[in-house]
């Protein structure tokens, strides 16, 4: 297995190792936590675009089996807005309506202190919130594996 966030996908060596992991029946897990810019800004520091996201996933799921790995939790107390939820659920859904074969979403939640210095400032969303996502998630067509 395979944890990446895909910023390197595009590399003909990181391909060839996809293609020979998926030979030896291994799998991707592709790191993908928000839909919103502003929101990937904030959580995973970055300023990829969906599309350059898109592509790589593209890119990886034609070439070794593939989930999207999702971590939400809260942040002062609130959990991600609707607003981004819809953002990543219209995104996951345009990937299956393109027919990448993705296997699903590991959906999960904050499983141990952070040692980011926004640490005091995260927690869990609660039990039944990731379950309600985890459906919306599911409504799409999409496998979901959950772990709160």
């Known amino acids: 297995m395979l944890i990446t966030n895909g910023s390197l996908i595009n590399r003909q060596p ?19 936590d928000r839909a919103l810019p502003e929101e990937r800004q904030r959580i995973n520091n970055t300023r990829i675009s969906l599309k350059k996201i898109h592509h790589h996933l593209q890119i990886v799921t034609s070439l070794c089996p593939t989930w999207l790995q999702t971590c939400v ?8 807005s609707e607003l981004e939820t819809n953002a990543y659920l219209k995104f996951v859904s345009s990937l299956k309506d393109e027919g990448l074969p993705l296997k699903g979403v590991l959906l999960y939640g904050i499983a141990r202190p952070s040692l980011q210095p926004e640490a005091a400032q995260l927690s869990q969303v609660t039990e039944s919130w990731l379950i309600a996502y985890g459906e919306k998630i599911k409504a799409l067509g999409l496998a979901v594996k959950l772990n709160p």
């Open 73 to 80: 939790f809260q942040i002062n107390g609130t959990p991600p």
């Open 14 to 32: 990181v391909q060839a190792g996809l293609e020979r992991m998926a030979q030896l029946n291994g799998e991707v897990w592709f790191k993908f």
